[in-house]
């Protein structure tokens, strides 16, 4: 009998409930198109948390362990523990595996771009956990996996999930920029079920999820909920149409909230979108890339 895609805990009822065939469309995925691009294999950084295993996990089975670079990015004092357990996933599943500490590069630009870019800011201070600051990290972090990428003809693999994608909680490129996302269709609770019939750490699969913006950051503290609950939101929300009041109280969740995590997906439309140019003539309407030329 098929295990359905679904965490013991989750409210989520996703309409693609067999887990075996989301393995294998997502393995399936991954091998059309690696060589659709004549690429030698993927890049994954790897955080030490849930996606990143589970993406590195499915790549390995779909194209083979030597095919698959994993990439540790720590930046702060507090990714130590989650860049060895990066590792162990890595060594567990066969792949090369290589660890980049980003402090120094993070403080070279804190200490180089921020005076003149931000006059204001004590430039005799050391990064702060501000926004600006935190984007700065995850774009580091793509700089990097690109330039492994571009190094060995591989494609990056972004380790998004459909709950950050609808909410736009990713950085605009940062871990938003990537060339696959095999996880961009799961919700997160559907990704933890995946991660469970993975067979992955259970200290991983209930790790509690972080962006690594900065030490002690959580999903659940920046986006006022968990992502059982959001999860459940969205669904009823954006698959079945259900109005934001309704979808609240089935949910369980105050209106305020609930109207706030909806918002975030209109307010990021353009996280999930190519930048718009102004639409001069037919252009707009054409194709870019493979067949544009006459």
Request: glycine share 8%; with cysteine; hydrophobic share 40%.
């Amino acid at each position: 009998m098929s295990e359905t895609i679904r965490h013991s805990d989750s409210p989520v009822e996703p309409s693609t409930s067999d887990v075996d065939a989301v393995e294998s469309a997502v393995t399936a995925f991954l091998r059309d198109q690696v060589q659709a691009a004549d690429a030698t294999g993927v890049v994954v950084p790897m955080s030490g948390g849930l996606d990143s295993a589970v993406a590195a996990t499915l790549a390995a089975d779909a194209l083979g362990p030597e095919r698959v670079l994993g990439l540790g990015l720590p930046c702060h004092k507090s990714d130590a523990a989650d860049a060895m357990t990066a590792g162990t996933i890595a060594d567990h599943l066969g792949i090369d595996f290589e660890r980049v500490h980003l402090r120094p590069l993070l403080h070279q630009f804190d200490q180089s771009v921020r005076p003149v870019l931000d006059p204001d800011a004590d430039s005799a201070r050391t990064p702060t956990p501000d926004r600006a600051l935190g984007n700065a990290v995850a774009r580091l972090r793509m700089v990097c996996a690109y330039y492994a990428a571009n190094r060995t003809n591989r494609l990056i693999l972004g380790t998004a999930n459909r709950s950050e994608l609808l909410l736009g909680y990713v950085t605009k490129y940062g871990d938003a920029g990537a060339d696959l996302f095999p996880l961009g269709d799961l919700y997160k609770t559907e990704v933890r079920a995946l991660g469970e019939h993975l067979s992955l750490p259970e200290s991983v699969v209930e790790k509690p999820p972080t962006a690594g913006f900065y030490p002690g950051q959580t999903d659940a503290d920046d986006l006022g909920a968990t992502y059982d609950t959001i999860d459940s939101l969205l669904w009823r929300v954006v698959e079945q149409g259900e109005s934001v009041e309704t979808a609240a109280d089935a949910v369980d969740i105050d209106d305020a909230t609930a109207k706030r995590l909806v918002g975030m997906c209109t307010e990021t439309v353009h996280k999930r979108r190519m930048p718009p140019t102004p639409g001069l003539g037919e252009r707009s309407r054409r194709p870019t890339g493979d067949g544009d030329a006459e």
